[in-house]
């Protein structure tokens, strides 16, 4: 196996790592690690969606007991009634807006420069507080 490739998928998986709990974007991170590392190709694109899978899987992991009470008192428990409408009122906005402008969205923001500019524009627009 390639030592460099090897290397570059171990640095972007501690960026992955220390970014997906923090309130930060660990896909704009990983988006500039990998362009800063050359691992902006398929297989890099590849490896991203893998690693990202894996930190989504470990989010259901750590709340399978949440969602297993909520699945099961579904249609007899009002919290789990609301907290399954927080959930659909959270996904459906932002699934049908993806499948809208999932093209657009990929060719303009997910490239180094607009993640870059949205990084600054989030420390200045923080800062106003």
Do not use: C, Y
Request: proline share 3%; charged share 15%.
């Amino acid at each position: 196996m390639d030592a460099i490739l090897l290397l570059k998928a171990l640095v972007l998986g501690i960026v992955e790592g220390l970014t997906e709990f923090l309130p930060i974007s660990s896909t704009g991170h990983l988006i500039l690690a990998g362009d800063l590392l050359g691992f902006n190709d398929a297989k890099g694109k590849i490896f991203e969606i893998v690693i990202q899978t894996g930190a989504m899987l470990a989010v259901v992991w750590e709340f399978r007991s949440r969602f297993t009470h909520v699945l099961a008192r579904l249609l007899v428990e009002r919290e789990a009634q609301r907290f399954a409408l927080n959930v659909a009122v959270a996904f459906v906005p932002a699934a049908v807006l993806g499948l809208l402008f999932g093209s657009a969205i990929k060719a303009n923001l997910f490239r180094p420069v607009p993640v870059a500019i949205a990084f600054i524009a989030g420390v200045l627009l923080s800062r106003r507080k």
